[in-house]
């Protein structure tokens, strides 16, 4: 198994994606150098289908040698371990005597993905700026949310049509406020920098911070009724202390190189696997209830947004936490690792409709 500072690390993402700005935050703070591959915001992305044959739909992915990591939950956590805590790459994860830290690491990343907290964020879109990105944008997102806008359907129908976005904004206003409430009371009413009384910047602010980040930084997305910085001034402030804190890394670590979607896929189908393969575990349960066996064709895809884009493979490797499967494109093969959590796998021949 190669040593990962040794090989090469490319990110496939677009500027204003939050959950790409939360990658690129965790990789800068963490000093670890990394390739970039710009993507578009909508589909198609030739780059990682014909050139990769990955299928999922979602943004960022990253590359770390030969295999490819497919959502930020599985990333983060993958580059903790890829990249244990070193002079080199300054740890960010909780220490290992702060078992209670790592348990608010895994609830504050449950709170802003499967909590809904990055949901409502997205339902304070101002209106008029997801209308200036037109009705091939609006489609776009509701193909991620599963809705087939063939035919005549109106945009409208879209969750992100200007109409559905501000139907949704009160609700989605008041949600937010709940959460920054929480943290303005709790963990940041003495007064403290960091979420959890660390020195610096940890994962558990990085896990929180860059939703609410995102919304701070785009006009007319934040309630300012509800949730301002005269309201919750220690949340405000402990975002902007966060955002001066990147700011100094990144001044200490190469400006990441940009690569075309030809040449990123070459420098992956090149470079040697980060990780070896491990058994599939037949007393795993969904190992059973599936019949699945290492080797075999099989399909995943993600279970919330974008499942209606599902890869095929064959199954690599299947532990705990995540499924592995080696696809490939025009470049080549490569590994496609997904997390367990969050994706569903079954064999390919399976009906998969009723498999959400
Ligand atoms: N659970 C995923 C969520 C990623 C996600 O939803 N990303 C957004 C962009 S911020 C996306 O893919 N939007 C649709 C698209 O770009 O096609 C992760 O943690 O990576």
Redesign the pocket.
Known sequence: MAEASNLPIVLYH?V?????R??VWYLTLRQIPYKQCF?P???P?PDLKEKLGIAY????LLSVGRDVY????L?IAKLETLFPASAAHPGLGAAADRPEHRLVEALLSRLA?DGGF?LRASQLLPPQLVAQRGSRFVR??AD?VGINMAGEVGDAASPFSAESLAARRPEAAAELRQVVELLETTALADGRDWLLGTPGPALADLEVVWVLQWLYRIPGALPAEVVSKALFPRVFSWVERFERAVEEKRARLDDPQTVEGDEAATIIVGAPYAETEVDVDATDPVVAAEGLEKGENVKLW?T???YLHKDSGRLVSMDKTEYVIETGGTAGSIRVHAPRH?FKICKVGDGDAAKL
């Open positions: 677009y204003h994606s939050p959950y790409s939360r990658l993507q915001n909508v589909l992305r739909r979602r943004i960022p497919l959502d930020t939950r990333i993905t990055f776009d997102r991620l993600p919330d947004w974008g969050g």
